[in-house]
């Protein structure tokens, strides 16, 4: 069982910047892929990053060169900081865990097991 609390988030102006986190419960958090995904009111729940035990990430193509994804896997940890926002970045960011990292990596919501509570990011224009 993980659990998994998110913090971090808020209002911030377009071009700004959010470093959202993770709090991961578990002894055994290093071997989960790690995910960070974000949902927009109407919109289906959308993959934003994964990592791995062995620091490996894919990103999403929407964020790609923007947010970069990081773990501690002595803290239990997950990190997702986000650069150069944009309004169409305002969603409710989740955490989500899934055990192991074999490739491909994970990017369906269904995929993964464990899941936040979720912080709201709003990005002003």
């Known amino acids: 069982q993980v659990q998994l609390v998110e913090s971090g988030g808020g209002l911030v102006q377009a071009g700004g910047s959010l470093k959202l986190s993770c709090a991961a419960s578990?002894?055994?958090?290093?071997?989960?892929?790690m995910g960070w995904f974000r949902q927009a009111p109407g919109k289906e729940r959308e993959f934003v990053a994964i990592?791995?035990?062995?620091?490996?990430?894919v990103y999403a193509d929407s964020v790609k060169g923007r947010f970069t994804i990081s773990r501690d896997n002595v803290k239990n940890m997950v990190y997702l900081e986000m650069n150069s926002l944009k309004p169409e970045d305002t969603s409710v960011y989740y955490c989500?865990?899934?055990?192991?990292?074999?490739?491909?990596?994970?990017?369906?919501?269904?995929?993964?097991?464990?899941w936040g509570q979720g912080t709201q990011v709003t990005v002003s224009s």
């Open positions: 578990g002894r055994t958090f290093s071997y989960y892929a």
């Open positions: 989500a865990a899934r055990w192991g990292s074999s490739w491909p990596l994970p990017s369906n919501p269904n995929q993964f097991e464990y």
């Open positions: 990592t791995v035990r062995n620091g490996d990430t």
